[in-house]
C-alpha cells in the first residue's frame, strides 16, 4: 500500500438481512404456521471505492439511513465487507457512543483496554490516565461501568482517549451532536490544536458548518450509494439540495 494512504475501499459494499420483529412472538408464530416471517435486505452500503491520504478530514453527509454509520463501521473494522476490502494504514479509534468500548467495564477498565488496542504499554496509559479523566471530566464516575453513562458520557471518555491516546485515524460519528457545549467546544479546540496535525479524521455530521470548517474533502450519500466524493463545498450543496 502507497504509505500516504490512511484509508483504502475497494469495492466495498454491505447488506443487512432484517426478519420483521412481529413474528419473533410466540402468539404470531402460532397463527402464521404456514407463513415464514418475512424478511427483506437492506442495501446499507453499494459497492464502493475511494481513498483518503494521510492528514486529511474528510466530511460524510448524507440524510438518516442513508449508510455513513455503516460504511464509517467498515473503515474501522467493526462490520465485515460483503465484497472488496478496507486497508488501513495506521492505528484507529471509532468513536460512536462508545463502539470500541466495552459496556461491561468501567471507565477506568476502558481506557486500559482502549489504550491496549492502540498500542501503547501500560506504563504509557498509566502516564496519560489522569489526562484523559480530566480532559473527559469524568473524575467521579470512573469506576462506574459504562453501561450507565450517558452517550454523551461515553462519547466524550472514547473521544478524550483517542486524543491523548494518539489514535492515528479517527472516526468521528456525530461526536459534536452527543456532547454538551463545554464538550463540543473542547472538541472544537481539539480540531483548530496542532493536535490535529497530521492525523486522519472521518467526520459524520449533520452540521454544515462543522463540515465546512474542518474538512479537505466530503462524501455524500444517497441510499447506501457514495453519489459525490471530493470538493466540500459541492457535496455540502449535493447535500442541501436533497434537503429540499
Ligand atoms: N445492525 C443493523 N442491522 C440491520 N440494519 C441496519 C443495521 N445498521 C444499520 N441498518 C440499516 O442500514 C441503513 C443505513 O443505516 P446507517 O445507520 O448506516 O445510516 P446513517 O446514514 O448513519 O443514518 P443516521 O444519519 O440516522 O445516523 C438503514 O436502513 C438502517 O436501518
Redesign the pocket.
Known sequence: MDNSFAIQAKNISKT?H?TEDSHNTVKHRLFNIFNPPRSKN?N?VKMMSFDIKKGECIGLL?R???????LTKLMAGVYQTDTGYVKINGSTMLMNLGVGMSHELTARENIYVSGSVLGMKIKEIDAIFDTIVDFAELREFIDTKIKYFSSGMVARLGFSIAVNAGADIMFLDEIFAVGDVKFQEKAIKVFESSWIKGKTVVLVSHSMDTIRNYCSRAGFMKNGEMVYFGDTEKAIELYMADNQ
Do not use: P, R
Open positions: 443487512f432484517i437492506v446499507a448524507g438518516n439511513g442513508c449508510g455513513k454509520s455503516t
